[in-house]
């Protein structure tokens, strides 16, 4: 869009005057900038039965390291994935636990399937008219669109009814992926002269089983990749309240506003390269590494090339190594160190074991590096982004869908924190924020400005 040179001068020239405040009222009024304490922890605003993220624990006041720990409804993440055995999915089991809180029996989870399976149907005229239709370049746009209009599909979508809240979550979480692939094709045919394929979903086929099936043209895949994919769904199920579209879709539905429009506000936070887009950055900060660094399995050149990137030489100049360091994880994210067991396994004998070593010498160099460099003592592990773009090259899955997988898994956890949300919160989420001026400044009219 163009504007006018005058118009151009006072909207964009004026643009850092106008916006820029002065860092000294954070530190005056005690602002907690991110809604984060000055020790780095996070500003308490809210209590939650679904998951509790543990990485630190603060003794006499001192924030002290501690090994990670992501606990489900009071169960150890470790425990609720356990060891790959045969076609066992453990995604859906996991969905169930977040909105019943409790593990179901295995009748229950049969059912429990069978319903998500039900729900797999899009509206008649959905996909034509609203996937295909005047498709956006991004597809965390397509779902927050398509998750808007599956509003105007539904004849009692302001119906807060706990029995409709929970229809419109499993929904949700049923149809997405679908949605995902099909939206997928539809932008591939638009923007890169793709084809456009587009699979009926298999009736009893688990959640990473129809996203495989539905995705690759031939609709194969092999129980191994199936498993592998199952395990990022869990590991991106859920990861507390305080994460930032979580609390997003804890703040609209303290508004008392629809589901559609609280899951479609979620998705448009995780899009954000600070938050689920961060595998981007993650995945071409790694692309760059293996074309600089000839010997992968020398520590020296791979210490040189991170050296390099935290004196904002190499990559993006930002002086940030993707993928190492996470808000609350300090000694170790579980999740990543469930993901590397599994991706190990996956990799072996393959192409992909060297790059596998590349990352983990990354990880293992990385705080050695800041060390020197910056002189940066923080304890500091990896987290689930520096492997799960990885993981998603290994199955062969495009780029492009690396962050809407993301939401796919997340929609559950969000679904969780709007229910307890709704039974729970009572109160519409109002934090406050201080004006910087100190008196009213006296009103001119027009014509003596």
Known sequence: ME??????????ERFNQINTIDPSFYERYDVKRGLRNADGTGVLAGVTNISNVHGYVVSDGVKVADEGSLQLRGYELYDLIGAANGRRFRFEEIVYLLLMGELPTQDQLDRFVEVIDDERDLPDGFTASIVLHETPPDLMNILSRSTLLLYSYDMEAEDRSV???IHTALSLISRLPRIMVLAYYARQARYERGSMIMHPFIPGESTAETILSMLRPDRHYTPEEARMLDIMLCLHAEHG?????TFTTRVLSSADTDAYSTYASAIGSLKGFR??????????MHAEAKAQIKNWDNDDEVADFLTRIVKKEAYDKSGLIYGMGHAVYTISDPRTVILKQFARELAQGTEYERELNLLESIERLSPEVLLNVKGTTKDMC???DMYSGFVYSMLGIPEELFTPLFAVARMSGWAAHRLEEIGAGKRIIRPAYKTTWRKIREYVPIEER
Do not use: D, P, Q, T
Not at 3 to 12: D, I, P, R, S
């Open 3 to 12: 504007f006018a040179n005058e118009e151009k001068f006072e909207l964009y």
């Open 163 to 165: 029995e409709h809240e």
């Open 275 to 284: 938050h689920g887009g961060a595998n981007h950055k993650v995945r071409a």
């Open 241 to 245: 309240g305080g994460n930032n579209s």
């Open 382 to 384: 990896a987290n689930v």
